[in-house]
Each structure stands twice: as structure tokens, then as C-alpha cells.
């Protein structure tokens, strides 16, 4: 039998439901000379700001257990360098859905590099990142108030008809009211969630290992609570949700689905192999098989 | 960018060279050819990440990694066994412009740096170039890879920074061969002094802490005259005058 993998997602059509996370798969040209990105339901690109950024000193990057934290920064070219260079050269190559990750200090500089981005043919997403921990004064601090991620959110609406999806931070206590507060300003979806503030010692300096500090950890250690707040918010909220956070296999994806994920990012597990998503990909019909599954969109939500 | 492969290889050795230096020899089928200067990802059961090492030596059949032992991964990857298979992530970075050199060559190692000059030294001894050695360490214990360079007919120049053995100080102590083009690996207080002493052009391997090794992650950035460059994917050999100190 022909399983589905199909997803549908803020009106467009994914083959299916797997995508590489930002800041996990460069601007997707990386690993396009070896294996054919088609085989991708999406790619989420690296987070990318109005003007280019160096990002962070090193290092930016402490492993643990069961994952790692990063503190990278927003190193990136700036939005003018994605719409021009970057995404028409993923375009050539990519026929699948291509997601801009756009994060900013202020409102409205998130609101002119959404209009920059949203201009952009080639972009079919917006994913408006107000969850990123590794820098000071922006990012995160948009997220983990409800009338902050309300307000960003309004103002981006207003310069963009693209779909408009809002990536959230898990560091707040109570995710499902910044979800609603970004649903009722205006997002046609939700992804969830960005990484986790975290840190780590040198014992033998006495020194954070990282040179931020604190990082965001990611990786199969957060993948529980990534999966608890994506069945809180799916079932709170009416626009769909992008599952992310700690996702390693083809059977993490259906959990995140069976939570209420329509579509489901693949973050860390694309560090340590840069192959992952296509393996999950293959993998998926195999395991919708065993599982008596036809049709991949079925299962959505049905935990 | 080139192409990536995933490959599990059999390990054939995995002896100690030194109190705290491993040589590990993997086989198997599926190896990509390896420039000079690249390296790949190493699979440490048990731990999350792989680690990057740099290529010592490498044909169609077998690969060969000299890593030392500083933490909890290397020291699980110095446990392993003959008959273990390890998964690894190959060929990966920009490797040593090996053509650059017109005849004379100078290769200055530390440490470990020493690993990947010795490939490229063999690939420049086959391409007909005259090839010179200076390699330093902190003491004689951690002296590495003297015969294998003889073996190439390259006698290196030895130079041990508490003057153990060869010549006392620091790389740039010794009395350097006359050469036409450098290449470097080592820590990086060496490689500036190189880079800062020597008036002939030349390339120097960047070490950074690395996420993924394969460019995605921009955890391995440094600034460069040409602006932020990725250790991993846009180095990990990158010119002299690339390099801001």
C-alpha cells in the first residue's frame, strides 16, 4: 500500500512532514552535492536579521548529555543576502517549502526585515523567531511576555500576506498564553520550541565553558517537554503547529504528530548526522506499516 | 559544496604513541579521497557529538587519526578495540593548497599539528617538491611521528619547548630552511608567531570547538579578512593573509 506522508500546512502542501530546523541545516545548501533535498517536506532557514551579524565569541557550543547547547548568536548575512543569494540559490535546487527564520531587537526591526522577506518569491514561510536565548536586549525577550509576542506579531502582519508562523521559547511559564496571545494578533501558526537557557562549568578554569555564558540546549534531552507544550498549545490553540525540540527519529515525528504537530522540525539530531532528515523521511513508511497508518495527516492530534 | 559521506569503518588499531597520544587505523570499504589538511567526524559511542580529527594518513582502504587524549570523549575512543566499527563523516573542510608550493616547501608542526603536515608532506614528495620539517613540542615525551617523516626521507627538525630535545624554544628558534611557500598546523599562539615571522606566503590549519563540522551549525566561526568564515566548512586551512591574529 501507498502510504500518505502528506501534511498540509497554512494552506500549503508538504510531502511530508519532515524539516530540518533552523540553525541546524545552514541556508540548505550545505548538503545539497550529497543527497537530493527533495526528499524534504520543508527547510527551515538559518535565522537571519535586518542587518548581517558576526554573532558570539567563541565558543559557542558545550555538549551534555543527551544533546548540546549552543550560543551561536545570530551569525548571519543579513536579509538582504537570504532574498538575494541565498534563497534563489536554494531555489534552483529545492522544490519542496522553504521557511525563513526572521529574528530582530526591536519591532520594527523585525517588521522591515519581514517585509523584505515577504517580498521574496522564492520564500514560502515566515517564521517569525522571538525565542532565540544567545543574545541580549532582542530575540527571547519578545517571547516570554504575552503583550511582547502580541505586538511583534501585529506588526509583522502587516507587511506580509505570507503565512506567518511564530517560533516560541519554552522558557516561560506558561507557553499557552504567549501562543494565543501570537494566534489572536494575527499568526497562521505556531512552532514550538526553540531551545532551553542553559549552562555549563569548566571545573578546571572555573569558568563557563561557553564564552555567552548560557547557551540553548537542544538535542533528545528536551524532546519530553518539547512534546508536552506541543499537545498544550495544539489542543489550546486552532492554527496548526509545528512540532520542534529534541526530534532524533521517524518514531519521534509520529509522537509529535499524534501530539498535534502537522508538520514536525528535526534540530540537533542534523549536527551529529548531517543525514537525519532524509533517513527519518525513508524511514516513516516503514513505520506507519507496523503501525497500521495510511495516511500520516490522520494521526495529528489524536493524543 | 563537495559531497559528504556517511561511513562506518572497522577499527584496525588503536595504540598509544606517546603517555597521552593515540594512533587509530580504520578500514573498510566506501573511502572518499582525502586532501591534505581535511578532516572528518568521529562517532564516540556514548557521546553526543563526534569529534573532528584531522587525516595523519589515508589511501582508498584505510584512514589513519593521531588524537590525544583531553577529555572524557577521547579517553572513551582510547578504550576501543580492533574488531569495533566507528561511524564517521567524510571528507570534510578545505584542506592545504598543496600546488602552491613551487619547489621548496616548509612544514611547521606543534603537537599534533604534526598529524596532517605528514600527508601532505607525502603528496608533495610524490608531486616532485622538495620538502622540509620543523616540529615542536612542549617536552621529548611528546615527541610524535619522527620516523614516519624519516621514512618519507624528511629528517624534521626537532624543537622542544623546554629544550628536552633538539632545539630549546619555540618553532620560530630554530634556523628555518629556505622555502618558497609554508603550510602550518598547531596551536595557535605557534601559528601566529609563524605567520607574523615568516615574509613568504603560506596556509595555516584554524582550530575551533565544533558543532557539526559540516557548516550548518556556525559554532566554529573566526573573523577573517574576508569576513566571518566557518572553521569547519570554509576552512579548516586558510591562507596567511585570510588570518587576522
Given at each position: 500500500m501507498v502510504r500518505d506522508l502528506s501534511t498540509d500546512f497554512c494552506g500549503l502542501k508538504l510531502k511530508n512532514p519532515v524539516i530540518p530546523a533552523s540553525g541546524t541545516f545552514g541556508f540548505g545548501l550545505e548538503m545539497a552535492d550529497s543527497f537530493d533535498?527533495?526528499?524534504?517536506g520543508g527547510i527551515s532557514l538559518k535565522g537571519t536579521t535586518l542587518e548581517p551579524r558576526f554573532g558570539n565569541p567563541t565558543p559557542r557550543i558545550a555538549e551534555c548529555e543527551g544533546g548540546l547547547l549552543n550560543a551561536v548568536g545570530l551569525q548571519n548575512p543579513g536579509v538582504n543576502a537570504l532574498v538575494s543569494e541565498k534563497v534563489p540559490a536554494l531555489r534552483k535546487l529545492y522544490h519542496g517549502c522553504i521557511i525563513a527564520n526572521i529574528s530582530g531587537f526591536a519591532v520594527e526591526e523585525y517588521r522591515e526585515a519581514c517585509r523584505i522577506a515577504g517580498a521574496c518569491e522564492g520564500i514560502d514561510i515566515i517564521e517569525l523567531n522571538i525565542s532565540c536565548p544567545n543574545v541580549h536586549g532582542g530575540g527571547m525577550a519578545f517571547g516570554t511576555d504575552p503583550r511582547a509576542a502580541a505586538e511583534v506579531t501585529a506588526a509583522v502582519r502587516t507587511v506580509t500576506r505570507k503565512p506567518l508562523v511564530v517560533k516560541l521559547s519554552p522558557n516561560v511559564s506558561d507557553i499557552v498564553a504567549i501562543a494565543r496571545a501570537c494566534e489572536d494578533a494575527g499568526a497562521d501558526g505556531l512552532c514550538l520550541v526553540n531551545t532551553f537557557l542553559g549552562m555549563r562549568i569548566d571545573i578546571k578554569t572555573r569558568k563557563p565553558v561557553l564564552a555567552n555564558r548560557t547557551g540553548g540546549l537542544s538535542g533528545p534531552a528536551i524532546f519530553p517537554v518539547a512534546l508536552r507544550m506541543v499537545n498544550q498549545v495544539a489542543h489550546a490553540c486552532s492554527v496548526p503547529v509545528m512540532g520542534c525540540g529534541g526530534v532524533s527519529s521517524a518514531n519521534d515525528v509520529i509522537e509529535m504528530m499524534m501530539a498535534g504537530a502537522r508538520a514536525v522540525q528535526v534540530g540537533s539530531e542534523n549536527l551529529r548526522n548531517p543525514f537525519a532528515c532524509r533517513e527519518i523521511a525513508e524511514t516513516l513508511p516503514q513505520l506507519m506499516e507496523q503501525l497500521g497508518i495510511e495516511k500520516l495527516s490522520d494521526i495529528v492530534g489524536c493524543v | 559544496m563537495p559531497s559528504i559521506s556517511k561511513i562506518r569503518l572497522e577499527i584496525l588499531s588503536n595504540l598509544p604513541v606517546t603517555h597521552n597520544c593515540f594512533r587509530l587505523e580504520l578500514g573498510g570499504d566506501g573511502l572518499p579521497d582525502f586532501a591534505p589538511g581535511q578532516f572528518v567526524q568521529l562517532e564516540v559511542p556514548g557521546k553526543y557529538l563526534r569529534r573532528p580529527l584531522s587525516v595523519h594518513d589515508a589511501d582508498n582502504e584505510r584512514i589513519v587519526l593521531i588524537y590525544k587524549t583531553v577529555g572524557e570523549g577521547t579517553a572513551l575512543l582510547s578504550q576501543m578495540v580492533p574488531g569495533q566499527a566507528l561511524e564517521l563523516l567524510a571528507p570534510l573542510g578545505h584542506g592545504f593548497t598543496a600546488n602552491a608550493c613551487k619547489d621548496r616547501t616548509l612544514l611547521l608542526g606543534g603537537g599534533l599539528g604534526s598529524a596532517p603536515l605528514y600527508l601532505l608532506a607525502r603528496k608533495l614528495i610524490a608531486a616532485g617538491k622538495q620538502v622540509n620539517a620543523v616540529l615542536c613540542f612542549n617536552t621529548a615525551a611528546d615527541v610524535v611521528l619522527q620516523d614516519e617523516y624519516r621514512a618519507l626521507g624528511v629528517e624534521p627538525v626537532i624543537v622542544t619547548l623546554d629544550g628536552?630535545?633538539?632545539?630549546?624554544?619555540?618553532?620560530?628558534d630554530a634556523p628555518l630552511p629556505e622555502h618558497d611557500f609554508f603550510y602550518t598546523c598547531g596551536p595557535l599562539p605557534m601559528m601566529r608567531a609563524v605567520c607574523k615571522t615568516l615574509d613568504t606566503p603560506g596556509e595555516a590549519s584554524m582550530e575551533e570547538r565544533m558543532g557539526c563540522g559540516a557548516g550548518f551549525c556556525y559554532g566554529c566561526t573566526i573573523q577573517t579578512a574576508g569576513g566571518p568564515a566557518r572553521v569547519c566548512a570554509d576552512g579548516p586551512v586558510f591562507r596567511k593573509e585570510d588570518l587576522l591574529w
Open positions: 533535498l527533495n526528499i524534504l | 628536552s630535545m633538539g632545539i630549546k624554544g619555540m618553532v620560530t
